[in-house]
Each structure stands twice: as structure tokens, then as C-alpha cells.
């Protein structure tokens, strides 16, 4: 079910507490003040209210959450426990039987269900503009009220730290896990114009030179754009025939990942590449970008499928990558450039690389 899904330490234990009584639930608007009994055994600990892209649901949508939290010792059974935002309609969402969230263990329950089927959603959403959000045992008496202002866009609404009284908007939120306020980070892994070992000769490199452990110590560097024929910085070797130029070249750059604690934490990674005519990006040995070159295999003496030409040799392409093949500390960036015939009268390649996401204290 849904609302399973960041469910840290569920357990369906039969040893589970019942929650405690509440107080008689008022048939009124309940005042700008928490109205459940002291201390609650579960409260509602964090929502987003204008998830816009900041966090993913499993179906991989962005949608609004609620993140209810057990801040008692003992596990506690969630069987028919209302969620609401009316006050006057403490079911609008119940819990189903044999629910349960053990001791200090986070749950996340996502909006946007449809209210005639049962697929673990809450079917009702969070107003941008804030509004009431409660917990109702199952005679529908308060066990967690709040009132929430209006929240930017991908911002949370959370208790710092964990079940406190005190409330904070926070970037991104931190959904299923300790309340935190969060710092976004952006690394410019690779610049415009930066720096890159490069290997001219016309040797067939196979595969291995791809690979982050590949000593490059020997071959040229040069500040990019790096090619020939025109608006290049550093200039490459072609061979000696224009008319027979060699079809690839290699270049090679590294890069430190050390801002971000948690491959996790990073939401955004912006490749912008500027080449003449095809690549090959490899990431520490995973192909990440193919660029104007045909599917399948690739070798030395594969050209690209395109020809750059005119004011699109100076274009930049944006593409947008995963975090998959990054690694925290080092990485290395492997970028074979191919050219679309023999004769071609020009070679460029110039990349950058920006890396978002977020840390927490």
C-alpha cells in the first residue's frame, strides 16, 4: 500500500499500545492551538503542501504528503485512526486494520487518492494558502490538531527536532526520517572551459582508458574548447592527411563530490555539452550521454550519424542525468569525441557539469 511505502520500523507486533484517550472532540473550529492530549504518542510531524519537484512518490509523481511520527517507547496500533483537515470530518481517511508504526519510526502518507477505491492515498489535498490538519482516534477525538501558514513551493512544514513544539519552514523536507533544516547545495563538478587530459595520436584505445583507475599521466592537457579548425583553445592534432583526419579523440577530467553526504540527497544534475560532431560521455566507466552517434556499439573508428555545421558548432545542449553512476569523492568524466567523416574541417568539445542537492546538519 501506499502509505507503506516510507514506513520506517512498521510492525504488525500484537503486543501494540492502543493510543491513549483523548479528550471529548469539540463540535466547534478548534482555537489557533493544539488541541490533542499531552504529550500525543503520534502526532503529525512534517506535510508539504506545494510539492512542485522536490520529492518523488513511488508511482514517481510529485505529490503532497503528510508524515506522521511515534515519538513513544512502545509500538502503537493505527487501526481506523482518522486524518483529516476538517474539523467537523475527522474521517475523511482512516487508517486500515492491523495498521501500526513502532516506537520512534516515521510514516509518509501521500495525497491525491481517489475517494471511491482504496488505493492507500489520502483523498483529500493540503491548501497552499495553509489550513487545519489533524489525527482523530476512532471515535473521532482529537489525538493531533495544527494549524499551517501558506508554504512556498517545495518547502515543508516541520517540528525541529522530532515531536517538539516548535514548527519551521524547511527546503525539501526530509520525509521519513529525523526532522532537519536542509541546505541546498550546488557543485559545479566541471566548468566551461576547464582543464582536460587529452589523447590525439589516432590510437585505438579499446575500453580500458574509460575507467577511473586509467593512468592519464601521459597525455596532453589543455584548457577547453579543445579541437581544431576554428574557435578552439587548445588545439589537437588531426594527423597528417586532411583529407584521411584520425575519427576520435579522447579526453579525460576528475572531480570531487564531497558537499553532498548522500547520493540520495541529489535532485538535479545538468550536463551542458558543446561538440563537434558526436560523443561519448562516460561516467567512472558507466556511459551516461551518447550524443549524435548511432546505437550500439562504438569503437575508435565509428563517425557520428550527424553533422554539426554552421552556428550550431558554438550550441550548447542540455541534457539532464541521474545520480546513479556518481560516486562520493572522486569521479572521473571520460568523453570520447567522434568525428561525422574523414574529411571533416573541424573538431570542438566543450562540457560543463553542475550537480544540485541538499545536506542536512
Known sequence: MWWTWLCLACTTSSALV???????????????????????????????SANEGSVVDPNGAHS?????????????????????????????WRFPAGSSLAAGAW????????????????????????????????DGA???????????ADFAWARLPDASADWAAVRRGTPGAANADVTLVAVQAVSSAATWRYQDLGEDLGTIWREPGYDDSAWASGTAPLGYGENQTTTLS????ANQKRPTAYFRTTFRLDEISDLANVYNVSLNLMVDDGAL??????EVLRHHLPDGDVS????????VTGGD???????????????????TLAVEVHQASADSSDLILDLSLLIEGWTTP
Do not use: C
Request: proline share 9%; glycine share 8%; charged share 20%.
Open 281 to 286: 560521455v562516460w561516467l567512472n566507466g558507466v
Open 238 to 241: 588531426y594527423g597528417d592527411d
Open 313 to 331: 558548432e558554438l550550441v550548447y545542449t542540455s541534457y539532464t542525468l541521474d545520480s546513479t553512476a556518481f560516486a562520493l569523492g572522486e569521479n
Open 142 to 152: 482529537s489525538l493531533d490538531w495544527l494549524l499551517f501558514p501558506a508554504l512556498d
Open 300 to 307: 575508435y573508428s565509428t563517425y557520428a550519424d550527424y553533422t
Open 18 to 48: 492502543p493510543l491513549p484517550a483523548p479528550d471529548s472532540k469539540s463540535t466547534t473550529v478548534p482555537p489557533d492551538s493544539a488541541t490533542s492530549p499531552l504529550p500525543p504518542r503520534v502526532l503529525i510531524n512534517e506535510l508539504m
Open 64 to 92: 503532497d504528503w503528510i508524515e506522521i511520527y511515534n515519538a513513544d517507547s512502545t509500538a502503537v496500533d493505527l487501526s481506523d485512526i482518522g486524518v483529516s483537515d476538517e474539523w467537523t470530518e475527522p474521517f475523511q
Open 107 to 138: 510514516m509518509v502518507l501521500w495525497m491525491g487518492g481517489d475517494p471511491d477505491s482504496d488505493d492507500g492515498r489520502l483523498p483529500f489535498s493540503l491548501a497552499r494558502d495553509g489550513e487545519g490538519l489533524g489525527l482523530f482516534d476512532r
